[in-house]
Structures are given as structure tokens and as C-alpha cells.
């Protein structure tokens, strides 16, 4: 774990000015039992690479984990039950995977991307807290904000749920996916994440920087 942490905090984030198809992204979602850390826990972790305009499969992870308490009512919507989850690993046995998945080969630190990344940025401060006793702020794109950017004037005037995932992939054309698997869920996002990105470019008329669509 302090091996994991040590090579995450060392890395360098990107300059905001990079060019974005010089930035590796790590697609992330994750299915919990709740939306509030303080309360509720992560159930299982979904990590895809993006580069070069590319969902890197072949990099792509799914980490079951083993709640302190029950699953509860969450089952319902992610299948994930606690008898499917008691012999998995605990957050801090995934946690160093997960630290692992943000470096780069070039010693960078990769920028997390996710769609309404409150969800995921929150439960991995506290996961971090908990396990280290300290964590760091990682660059963040969101894919909600892009295409409510990419919305303009006409979000205030759409139906509510207009920016959920699978409604953004709509717009883009993009199939659907069942919903509520961490991995397929985190596939998607990269997928939308390409296709905003491409619609952006074009209204721009220019490459895009990292600067476009970063969060903080």
C-alpha cells in the first residue's frame, strides 16, 4: 500500500496546455452501496485506459469488493449481494491496484474521467483517508459537465435525467448498455468521452488541450 502510494504521489498530473491526444485518461465508475462516503461503501471498482482516441480495453479492470456491512437494498440495482461478495478482497487490498492504474509508462499521474465524478472523487478521498490517512487531488474530466457544456442554453430547457449516461450516449449516438455493472459502466463513459470530444473539436475548429475539459 505505501509502495502504491508513494509511486501515485510522485507522479506528475499533466500540464492543463497538453494536447489532449497526448493525455492518458482513466475511465472509472464505481457501484456502492449509497451515494455518501460517510455512509455507504464501494461495492466494486470499473478502470479503463483512454489514449489517443482509443478505449484501451485491453487494460480494462473489474474489482469486486467485500463491504464492511450488508450490501442492503443497493442489490437491486447492481446484483452485487453480499454472498457474491464475501470472499473478495477488502477497499484496502484493491486500493493499490486502483493507485496503480493511474501511472502512466512515462511517469505521469493519469487524469480520472467520469461521468457525475463527484460519485467517484469523493468515495476515493475517503477511501484514501481511511486506508493512508491522506490523498491527493487527482485532474478530473467529467463527462456530465462536458455535455452540459456542449448543451449550452438548451440544458435548462431539458427533461430531467437529460445528462445521465445513458441519455448523453443517446445524443451521441452511441448504444446502450446495461446500466449499473462498474466495468461496462466505465467503457461507456470513455465512449462518450471520445464522441464529446470529436463534436467539441469540430464546434472549435481546432486540436483540443487538456485545458477544454478539465474539471480541476
Do not use: I
Not at 479492470?61 to 473478495?88: I, K, Q
Amino acid at each position: 500500500m505505501a509502495q502504491a502510494w508513494e509511486r501515485l504521489s510522485a507522479a506528475a498530473p499533466y500540464d492543463p496546455g497538453t494536447p489532449l491526444d497526448e493525455v492518458e485518461l482513466l475511465a472509472l465508475d464505481l457501484e456502492t452501496t449509497g451515494l455518501q462516503p460517510s455512509r455507504h461503501e464501494p461495492l466494486s471498482f470499473g478502470l479503463v485506459p483512454v489514449r489517443a482516441g482509443e478505449v484501451v480495453l485491453a487494460g480494462a479492470r473489474h474489482l469486486p469488493v467485500r463491504p464492511r456491512g450488508d450490501v442492503g437494498e443497493s442489490a437491486t440495482l447492481h446484483g452485487l449481494t453480499d454472498d457474491r461478495l464475501a470472499t473478495e478482497p477488502t477497499v484496502a487490498e484493491v486500493l493499490p491496484e486502483v493507485m496503480a492504474a493511474f501511472l502512466t509508462d512515462d511517469g505521469h499521474r493519469r487524469v480520472l474521467l467520469a461521468h457525475f465524478a463527484q460519485v467517484e472523487t469523493t468515495f476515493l478521498e475517503d477511501a484514501g483517508v481511511r486506508e493512508l490517512g491522506t490523498w491527493l487531488d487527482l485532474q478530473v474530466v467529467d463527462t456530465l459537465e462536458v455535455e452540459r457544456r456542449l448543451l449550452g442554453a438548451q440544458h435548462s430547457e431539458m427533461r430531467p435525467g437529460a445528462v445521465r449516461l445513458h441519455a448523453c450516449r443517446a445524443r451521441h449516438h452511441l448504444p446502450r448498455y446495461r446500466a449499473h455493472s462498474a466495468l461496462v459502466d466505465a467503457v461507456a463513459c470513455g465512449e462518450l468521452f471520445l464522441a464529446q470530444t470529436a463534436t467539441l473539436a469540430l464546434r472549435r475548429k481546432r486540436a483540443l488541450l487538456l485545458s477544454d475539459v478539465l474539471e480541476r
